[in-house]
Each structure stands twice: as structure tokens, then as C-alpha cells.
């Protein structure tokens, strides 16, 4: 199977958990639009009733189009389960998110949410984080934080759109990628990032994940 073809597996094996009357956070990124096509499935044939709890605006728009009635996080009482995909997702169940630049939003939901599932393809898979980390800065300053990160040898970029400008988060704020080797200790350097002025948040979650979906090459589903 293609990883699409993977991913899409996962994402509706995934949308099975969701029970009538749920109060659900919805992720972003190419994976979840598949959590978000079966759960408007479901919603349509099964009648089922649910609320939604978006990460990004786009998520937000595309479910709501698939008629599932979508609320902001302050307007809920409580979130019975959200749903994501993450980028990478380490033995210790530690991930990087925030390549579809939704991290800020995402750990918001996630950390307000009784229960949390990610939903991957099997490339997503690692021993230990190694890919690009998506640190999210506010505007002001962030030239400053970009060179400090660059001193502590994060090699840092920016993460630019296809004009050349930086990308703006749905909280307006920029994204800076870190280029690190493989993270051996993910909490220890989250609390290291998230104590320098100027970041909001970084997209490293730990402690997050219940229940890992993952899509696999020979068309089964692996459940951790
Ligand atoms: C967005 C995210 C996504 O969950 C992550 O990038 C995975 O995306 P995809 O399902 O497209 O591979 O963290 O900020």
C-alpha cells in the first residue's frame, strides 16, 4: 500500500472510536482529512451526533462543510477524545508535530482532552525523534531567538511560505524549524525551549498519547 493508502486506512479505523454524543478535537494535516471525511460519513448514514473541537481553521472549515457542528475550545465543557497525526512517534510514545504548522492549537486541544489518539502511517514510526522540530515564536524578537537558537547549535530556519515569507500560524505567530541529530531526551530539551522568551510552543508532545493507529504497507492496522 501506498502510504496515502495507508494513512486513509488508519484514519477510518481511527474515526471507529468516536461515540454518539462525543465532544471531539480534530487534528490537522493530510492524515486527519481522512478522520474528517469518515467521521462526516458517519454523521450523514449513521446519524451519528457529535461536536467538534478544530486545531487549525482549516480543519475547522472542512469539517464543518462535512456538516459536523463545530465549536471553539472555550465554548466546550470538556473533550472526550482528539484525534491527530503526528509527524514522528519515538518508542516512548514522545512526537514531533507542527509540520502542518497547527502545533500550538493542537497541544491546546490535546492537553484539554480526556483521551488522545494518533493517527499515522508507518513511515511516521521512529526509535528516536530525528526529524526537523517546528518551534513556534512571536513576531516580535524573533530574529533575536533565531540567532540564540543558532548559537545553542539547533540550526535553525524559518519556515517560509512559497513567496518567501514567513509562514503565519493561526495565531498570526512565526515558525521556526530546529535541525537537530536524533533526540535523546525529549522532555528535558521541551522544558529547555519552552523557557526562552519568545516561544509559544514547541512541537515536541510528551505524555500526550493513549492509543497510536497506525496504517501499515500489508493493509492492516496496528493498534499500540
Ligand atoms: C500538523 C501536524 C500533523 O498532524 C502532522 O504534520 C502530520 O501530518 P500528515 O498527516 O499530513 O502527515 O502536526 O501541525
Known amino acids: 500500500m501506498t502510504q496515502e493508502q495507508q494513512k486513509m486506512l488508519a484514519g ?4 471507529q472510536f ?21 467521521l462526516g460519513e458517519r454523521v450523514a448514514q449513521e446519524n451519528l451526533k457529535i461536536v467538534g473541537v478544530a486545531t487549525s481553521e482549516k480543519t475547522r472549515r472542512n469539517a464543518a462543510q462535512l456538516g459536523i457542528p463545530m465549536y471553539n475550545v472555550d465554548d466546550v465543557d470538556k473533550i472526550d477524545l482528539t484525534i491527530d497525526g503526528a509527524d514522528q512517534i519515538a518508542d516512548d510514545f514522545s512526537a514531533i508535530k507542527g509540520g502542518g504548522a497547527a502545533l500550538l492549537w493542537e497541544k491546546i486541544v490535546a492537553f ?4 488522545n489518539i494518533w493517527v499515522v502511517d ?16 512571536i513576531p516580535y524578537g524573533a530574529n533575536q531567538l ?13 519556515r517560509l511560505d512559497q513567496n518567501g515569507n514567513p509562514v503565519r ?8 524549524d530546529l535541525h537537530l541529530p536524533e533526540i535523546e531526551q525529549p522532555r528535558a530539551l521541551g522544558d529547555e525551549l519552552i523557557k526562552m ?28
Open 112 to 115: 484539554n482532552s480526556l483521551e
Open 146 to 158: 533565531f540567532k540564540r537558537f543558532a548559537a545553542e547549535g539547533f540550526q535553525p530556519t524559518w
Open 12 to 15: 477510518h479505523h481511527a474515526a
Open 122 to 137: 508507518a513511515s511516521k514510526r521512529v526509535d528516536k525523534l530525528n526529524q526537523y522540530l517546528p518551534v513556534e515564536v
Open 169 to 176: 500560524t493561526d495565531s498570526a505567530n512565526f515558525l521556526i
Open 18 to 38: 468516536v461515540q454518539d454524543g462525543m465532544v471531539v478535537g480534530i487534528g490537522s494535516g493530510s492524515t486527519i482529512a481522512h478522520v474528517i471525511q469518515a
Open 197 to 224: 522568551v519568545g516561544v509559544v510552543e514547541h512541537g515536541l508532545f510528551t505524555d500526550v498519547v493513549d492509543r497510536v493507529v497506525i496504517g501499515q504497507p500489508d493493509n492492516t492496522v496496528q493498534i499500540l
